[in-house]
Every structure is written in structure tokens, then in C-alpha cells.
């Protein structure tokens, strides 16, 4: 990995890298994520969940932190408007709504319905 990182004349930043390792619960309770890995000469902590291209991605794979954090900018940014109704149009709304809902569609695409129950459901 650290010759990959050299040739394409990318540096590894320490500091914001993270590990998962991927697999059921009953996988992960075997792997000791206590211990660091080395990627380029640095330590690498392993983490329960990265975020990658504005996906949470955590160790199950079950997408609910990545369902939470959408969920949450849904939240912030429908609140406003309602203190601008007579201003919006639901073309408007939608689309402030919409673009969060379908980033990386294919990505929670089995999880969509229960994404969008859950936006709806939280006032």
C-alpha cells in the first residue's frame, strides 16, 4: 500500500486515516481492534464506522449510522422552512430534501424506504 501511495504520488495523512475491518457481529467479535495497523509508516486505528464520499460506512455494513447523519441534515435543513412557507414552492422543498436523499442512491438502495420513513417520521 505505501508503494501504491508513492507512485501515484499521494501522501497519507496520519491523522484523519482510518481502518474498519468489514463482517457479521459475530465476525467482528473475534477480530482485536485494539492493535493498529501500519500503512505507510503510520499508525492506522481501527473505528466502527468511516465516513467515504459522504457515506457512513460501518462494520456491519448495515448503513443506520449513514441513515442517522441523513436523516439529521434533512432534519436542519427542512426546519427553516418552515418559517418561510409563503416563499416556498414544493418544487423548492423537494429538492433541498431530495439531493440528500438520493447521493449515492445505489449505495443504500436496499435501505432507501426505510431512509425516507425515517425523515418523514422525525418532525
Request: contains cysteine; positive net charge; charged residues 15%.
Amino acid at each position: 500500500m505505501s508503494r501504491w501511495f508513492t507512485e501515484n504520488a499521494l501522501l497519507l495523512n496520519p491523522t484523519k486515516t482510518e481502518a474498519v475491518v468489514f463482517g457479521t457481529s459475530q465476525r467482528l467479535s473475534q477480530v482485536n481492534k485494539s492493535q493498529c495497523v501500519w500503512v505507510a509508516e503510520a499508525h492506522v486505528q481501527f473505528t466502527d464506522a468511516i465516513k467515504l464520499l459522504a457515506v457512513m460506512l460501518d462494520s456491519t455494513l448495515s448503513f443506520d449510522k449513514h441513515i442517522i447523519d441523513v436523516t439529521r441534515s434533512c432534519h436542519y435543513h427542512i426546519c427553516p422552512m418552515r418559517h418561510i412557507p409563503p416563499l416556498l414552492t414544493k418544487a423548492m422543498a423537494v429538492s433541498i430534501a431530495g439531493c440528500r436523499l438520493d447521493y449515492c442512491n445505489s449505495v443504500i438502495s436496499n435501505n432507501l424506504c426505510h431512509l425516507v420513513y425515517c425523515v418523514l417520521c422525525r418532525r
